[in-house]
């Protein structure tokens, strides 16, 4: 009998929300597979955005598709996800491309595009781009 309400209490406290933990927000994106697909789309609204295109322009496709498994990676780890990222710091890695506040306002709106294109939920838009804002400093470098 013991065993039989210990079995149902542990069930009860399993499937609890009240008791289970926040989802971290990889999990809160839809994962590995979800952040893939955002980064390919997001990666392909750049290379047609008439400010952002120069950073894509003479990229091979062999190229574009290790900076988007980089990206992916990077945004993976993260938020919180199983993936490891074996890139450089994100200063170094935008060091020289002389990337201004006027971009990173654009990739910000592309990236809010995105999410918002993917459905993702409002609330979790904002708590990505919030986890992004830091990075600006290390990106970009011409104010």
């Known amino acids: 009998m013991r065993k039989k309400v210990l079995c149902m209490l542990l069930a009860i406290g399993v499937s609890s929300p009240v008791l289970s933990a ?21 990666t392909n609204k750049m290379a047609k955005d008439p400010l952002l295109k120069k950073y894509c322009a003479n990229m091979s496709k062999e190229k574009i598709e290790a900076n988007r498994a980089l990206v992916a990676n990077f945004i993976c780890k993260a938020t919180g996800g199983p993936c490891e990222y074996n890139g450089r710091d994100m200063k170094s890695a935008h060091a020289g491309l002389g990337i201004n506040e006027k971009e990173w306002k654009r990739f910000v709106k592309l990236t809010e595009e995105t999410l918002k294109q993917f459905k993702v939920a409002p609330e979790v838009r904002k708590e990505f781009l919030s986890a992004v804002a830091p990075l600006k400093e290390q990106i970009v470098s011409k104010r």
């Open 22 to 42: 926040e989802k971290s927000l990889y999990e809160k994106l839809g994962g590995k597979q979800a952040i893939d697909a955002v980064v390919v789309e997001l």
